[in-house]
Nanobody, 113 residues
């Protein structure tokens, strides 16, 4: 399974960006898809995750970020509103299929003050 992320870029604080990630190479629907991020000098952290029955967010992005998934497709989006400078990071798409975990390449999000 390959995950291809897109949509990163630079924005001023208070602005919005939308990330997308498309998975290919599987005839099955991924069990979960998620977004992680890694800021310079920090560990990678879970930002948002979506399964068939559950959505969860990192506390600091609740109310600002929305994860969604296209029906019947292995495509996930992350709508990021009211961006803050501390949201600056490389964002990674992640997917689970059974016991297997897959990572996409990162996409850089830079939020300037």
């Amino acid at each position: 399974v390959q995950l291809q992320a897109s949509g990163g870029g630079s924005v001023q604080a208070g602005g919005s960006l939308r990330l997308s990630c498309a998975a290919s190479g599987s005839d099955f629907s991924l069990d979960a898809m998620a977004w992680y991020r890694q800021a310079p000098g920090k560990q990678r952290e879970l930002v948002a995750i979506i399964t068939e029955t559950h959505i969860d967010y990192k506390d600091s992005v609740k109310g600002r970020f929305t994860i969604s998934r296209d029906n019947g497709k292995n495509t996930v989006h992350l709508q990021m509103n009211s961006l803050k400078t501390e949201d600056t990071a490389v964002y990674y798409c992640n997917g689970w299929l059974g016991p297997h975990n897959y990572w996409g390449q990162g996409t850089l999000v830079t939020v300037s003050s």
